[in-house]
């Protein structure tokens, strides 16, 4: 229940409460972002160790802990450098790069370049004759091109993690990069660092480092980061049909996308061959239940598909994920309704929803479209740019309206209860985990 109503607080757009729903928003994101004193005091020790360089991946809502990281490195003369998957947008990198103690921002696929990033930092070298890098100052290389040879890039060390902190190793691991559909006016995701274009690794190539993880950490347990793990059919069904030739027993899960491909490699004899194989969870973007929506969002799926998948899914033995979102341009109280029947009629077969409000990202074709009509479309209007978080902040009318709120509370009651009920107990191992 305490979640059910954080939710509808979050979700809000009854006018005369949005001032304090904002206010309690940015509260919010003050207590999630907020340096950790643990992670402080851990840094510390080890910058005493006198360490050549500091390496960081960060995502964008640690930059608190990144500006209280560079600070402490810089105290002991130690440089950082910083990478993460939306550097390569210029105006985030921007908003990054002249943070304390910040020798480089590095928006690439530095996969098989980065011990030569990392010796050129220590010897101060010219970084600029690395592509994707961004200096203090907001000097900058030429951008990266994306990473093609997948195969070549070099097997992930997870020996140092703390395993013996979880009840359950589950090893994380990727088949490729980008999606094969790539149109989705919304998705951020495709614009980032390892998101533009798709490339993909052979079947072999994941089947050995899934067999090798297992054997370095004991562990039978697989999450696949993949944005769409279906943009190559043929590589669900190959994992599917050969993981148990290299690693006995296991389990994993992944998402992908319900697109229109004749072959997209999620009919119903697919998904039982993929719990067959082993696969325990699977999650989509639904987004929203009207047709008229998917279509504006340039989604590629269709209402009818996605319901059809769900209940083959079901029917195979899986637990079935899906995020959707409120507030894209254009949406209406009609719109909202079409998704509140979906998730009423599509609840018994659905195990959890993230129901968020509409993001509108930086770089995104949604974005771009809107900042060239002056930071409005429809009844959208940008009201602040956010650079270090690669976000605009919106108001929409449209979404403040008695009908609309109506849907929406009909829609959120049936995320609820879909989110309460306990999961299927073949996926409880990977509660948590989206």
């Known amino acids: 229940m305490v979640d059910h109503v954080k939710r509808r607080v979050h979700l809000s757009d009854w006018q005369p409460f949005l001032g304090l729903r904002d206010g309690l928003r940015r509260l919010r994101h003050w207590s999630n972002e907020k340096p950790h004193p643990v992670v402080l ?82 010897d101060r070298g010219d970084l600029t004759r690395f592509p994707g890098v961004t200096l203090p100052g907001g000097t900058r290389s030429e951008a990266a091109r994306p990473l ?27 088949t490729g990069r980008g999606c094969q559909w790539d149109k989705c006016v919304f998705c951020s995701d495709v614009v980032s660092v390892s998101g533009r274009t798709f490339r993909t690794r052979s079947v072999d190539s994941v089947l050995l480092e899934m067999q090798e993880q297992a054997r370095r950490h004991t562990t039978a347990s697989f999450l696949f980061l993949d944005l769409k793990l279906n943009s190559y059919p043929d590589m669900i069904r190959g994992i599917a049909e050969g993981v148990g030739r290299y690693v006995q027993g296991a389990e994993w899960i992944g998402t992908v996308h319900v697109d229109q491909r004749r072959d997209n490699g999620l009919s119903r004899r697919d998904l039982q061959a993929a719990v067959a194989g082993g696969m325990r969870r699977v999650s989509f973007g639904l987004e929203s239940g009207s047709q008229r929506l998917l279509d504006l969002m340039n989604k590629g799926s269709s209402v009818e598909g996605n319901s059809e998948f769900i209940r083959n899914a079901h029917e195979a033995g899986l637990s079935i994920r899906c995020t959707m979102f409120k507030g894209f341009p254009g949406e209406t109280a009609e719109d909202m309704e079409a998704t509140a029947d979906f998730l009423e009629t599509h609840s018994p077969y659905l195990d959890r929803v993230r129901f968020n409000d509409f993001s509108l990202l930086h770089d995104t074709p949604i974005f771009k479209a809107v900042m060239e009509r002056g930071g409005a479309m429809d009844t959208l209007t940008v009201r602040t740019l956010h650079d270090r978080r690669a976000r605009a902040e919106y108001r929409n009318p449209a979404m403040a309206g008695r009908g609309y709120r109506h849907a929406k509370a009909r829609a959120l009651a049936a995320v609820y209860g879909i989110n309460r009920r306990p999961l299927r107990d073949a996926a409880r191992q990977f509660d948590g985990l989206m």
């Open 148 to 174: 093609r040879n997948l195969d070549a890039t070099p097997l992930p060390d997870f020996t140092d993690f703390p395993w013996d902190r979880y009840p359950v190793r589950i090893m994380p691991l990727m």
């Open 41 to 122: 005091r851990e840094v510390g020790r080890a910058l005493d160790g006198r360490p050549d360089i500091v390496l960081l991946s960060a995502y964008l809502q640690h930059y608190n802990s990144v500006r209280e990281i560079g600070r402490l490195a810089a105290a002991r003369g130690t440089p950082v450098l910083l990478g993460g998957p939306m550097f390569n947008v210029a105006g985030v990198a921007d908003a990054w790069c002249d943070l304390p103690g910040i020798a480089g921002v590095v928006g690439a696929e530095a996969d098989l370049s980065v011990p030569d990033i990392v010796e050129a930092v220590c």
